[in-house]
């Protein structure tokens, strides 16, 4: 399985962006999640998506902010991001992972994207 992320940039402080996971190769029923990880720190979890997409768990630094969907007849999965904060910027990876449900600890997933760039300005 390969994730392309993508939808990064730079937005002022309480802009929005919509980042996008696509996946490709065998696109089995996998669980979607979104990290990110700051200069400096530990990649932590954002959000997570089960394969139905009827699941769904945040972060409390993000909930009410952040939205994640996923389209499964598209392979992609999404981050809308509203409301953005500098403590935001940071680069954003999709992962995916095999079991059922959803997952929030990073050594649950299975395959990473690249990571895409997110850089909110005060």
């Known amino acids: 399985v390969q994730l392309q992320a993508s939808g990064g940039g730079l937005v002022q402080a309480g802009g929005s962006l919509r980042l996008s996971c696509e996946a490709s190769?065998?696109?089995?029923?996998?669980?979607m999640g979104w990290f990110r990880q700051a200069p400096g720190n530990e990649r932590e979890f954002v959000a997570a998506i089960s394969w139905s997409g009827g699941n769904t768990n945040y972060a409390d630094s993000v909930k009410g902010r952040f939205t994640i969907s996923r389209d499964n007849t598209k392979n992609t999965v999404y981050l809308q991001m509203n409301s953005l904060k500098p403590e935001d910027t940071a680069v954003y990876y999709c992962?995916?992972?095999?079991?059922?449900?959803?997952?929030?600890?990073?050594?649950?997933?299975?395959?990473w994207g690249q990571g895409t760039q997110v850089t909110v300005s005060s």
């Open positions: 190769g065998r696109t089995f029923m996998y669980g």
């Open positions: 992962a995916a992972h095999l079991r059922a449900g959803i997952a929030v600890k990073r050594d649950t997933y299975n395959y």
